[in-house]
């Protein structure tokens, strides 16, 4: 069977459109039609339904869509093992949290560079649920989720890191002048902006929040760690955000930290996750190693110096 077609099979279980698939795959949108109907012809069954919204798989197709993966990984395998003694090469999709994209991974990315120059590392800048949907419909190859928890039956993870959490807010905000730690109460009336929902910490800050006596909080949720970090630093409100991102903020005076009453905000633990049925290549692998390295590092140089994580 050519394998051709059941890349194109994959793909078009993914993107659920022909025309997106073939954006994908580069290539002519009746060439992913002669593909698909080759691979079911071949297997006697239909693989999707054409309707006018898309192209869902079939119960059937479903069903195939593992064995068809399972298939693709061990082609891959084979062609890796021709040259596992040679320099490791290839492109791996990483999903990550922007704040980690903007604060850790360049340094990861650098060295990556130095030690193999042709792994190329796409990354992809996305929340929890996203970066799991990724890995699952093989999109991306590892990511990086900060979350408590987020086994599951097909993704695996392991704690990496932990990033410390700043509340913080504009000099000029009330509760930044206080001299006493402002209490869940105190906060039950103020604007906060967040980042969008599936952000794992912003959620739980969020709960704890809506659950403090009297609560009535404004939260507005944003996709981007910078919108935030600028409507704090604006007078406009407070957000909680990775102590990394708030860094040069708090050095030069555009925010504060404000100090809460009773146990400190737990720092997050970073989890490098992967598909568990899903072979990963050489680069893949080498690109693992690296964050693994490099996050656990960094987390020990900012536990030594209480200032690169934002302290002011």
Known sequence: MDTRLLTTFITLARTGSFTAAAAELHLAQSTVTVHIRTLERDLGVPLFDRLPTGAPLTDVGRRLLGEAETVLDAVARLRSATGEDGPVAGRVAVGTPESLCA???????????????????????????ECVQGLRSGHLDLALLMAEDAESPEIATEPVAREALALVAAPGHPLAGRAR??????????????????????????????????????????????????????????????ATTVAEHLRDGRLRRIALAGPPLADVPVRLARHRRRWAAPATRQVARAL?????????????????????
């Open 103 to 129: 604060t850790r991974l360049p340094a990861v990315i650098a060295a990556l560079r130095t030690q193999h120059p042709d792994v190329d590392v796409d990354l992809h800048a996305a929340g929890t649920e």
């Open 181 to 242: 730690p402002a209490a869940w109460a105190d906060l039950a009336a103020e604007h906060f902006f967040l980042l969008e929902e599936g952000c794992a910490y912003s959620d739980a800050f969020e709960r704890r929040l809506r659950a403090a006596p009297g609560a009535g909080p404004r939260v507005t949720r944003f996709g981007s760690v910078d919108a935030a970090r600028s409507c704090a630093a604006a007078g406009l409100g407070l957000t909680l955000l990775p």
């Open 292 to 312: 693994v390295r490099h996050l656990a590092q960094a987390g020990e140089g900012d536990a030594g110096h209480p200032a690169a994580a934002g302290e002011a």
